[in-house]
T-cell receptor, first 113, second 111 residues
Framework: DGGITQSPKYLFRKEGQNVTLSCEQNLNHDAMYWYRQDPGQGLRLIYYSQIVNDFQKGDIAEGYSVSREKKESFPLTVTSAQKNPTAFYLC????????????FGEGSWLTVV | DQQVKQNSPSLSVQEGRISILNCDYTNSMFDYFLWYKKYPAEGPTFLISISSIKDKNEDGRFTVFLNKSAKHLSLHIVPSQPGDSAVYFCAASDGGNKLTFGGGTRVLVKP
């Protein structure tokens, strides 16, 4: 099945620890994205990548880091510098050649205690 | 500064009736608009989109209307079904590589 796989679905971490969320896609999409959703709010862009080995900051990049070593993979690290890391994290991807529609994974819940 | 706004946080509608969701935007460079549907603890799924060269796009029970002069778009769901109960996000693109999302509208369809 083609799609976007995020793992883990639920993650608990202690304050001050870094944590990495995985995102893998087998859609052969060029661009990949990380969004964050807080309860009752919309989606805010953290980072995005249009091609391998290149990525750009979104609207709320502080306290996060990413890498894009492979086309299929775009992991997100939530660092201890992120002040309010507890949220629902969504990975998405897009085929640059086929328009502006982006497709999302199932999301990862991160709770920092 | 919110460039895409959904001013109604929630909407309740009777099964079989029409649901109308509204979205306003401020950036005149936006030229492509999308609607997504989201269930709790799941990723959003793409519903329907519209280019700024059109004023209407229809797909089954879903129709999106775009009023460029008013910088306003709406999503009509007819007839509404209980399975339509979800949060709906509108999103806009300026032809670049990212989408800007509204805050969402929670729809409850009552049987």
């Amino acid at each position: 099945d083609g799609g976007i796989t995020q793992s883990p679905k639920y993650l608990f971490r202690k304050e001050g620890q870094n944590v990495t969320l995985s995102c893998e896609q087998n859609l052969n999409h060029d661009a990949m994205y990380w969004y964050r959703q807080d309860p009752g709010q919309g989606l805010r862009l953290i980072y995005y990548s249009q091609i391998v080995n290149d990525f750009q900051k979104g609207d709320i990049a502080e306290g996060y880091s990413v890498s894009r070593e492979k086309k299929e993979s775009f992991p997100l690290t939530v660092t201890s510098a992120q002040k309010n890391p507890t949220a629902f994290y969504l990975c998405a991807s897009r085929a640059v050649s086929s328009g502006n529609t982006i497709y999302f994974g199932e999301g990862s819940w991160l709770t920092v205690v | 500064d919110q460039q895409v706004k959904q001013n109604s946080p929630s909407l309740s509608v009777q099964e079989g009736r029409i649901s109308i969701l509204n979205c306003d935007y401020t950036n005149s460079m936006f030229d492509y608009f999308l609607w997504y549907k989201k269930y709790p603890a799941e990723g959003p799924t793409f519903l329907i989109s519209i280019s700024s060269i059109k004023d209407k796009n229809e797909d089954g029970r879903f129709t999106v209307f775009l009023n460029k002069s008013a910088k306003h778009l709406s999503l009509h769901i007819v007839p509404s079904q209980p399975g339509d109960s979800a949060v709906y996000f509108c999103a806009a693109s300026d032809g670049g590589n990212k989408l800007t999302f509204g805050g969402g509208t929670r729809v409850l369809v009552k049987p």
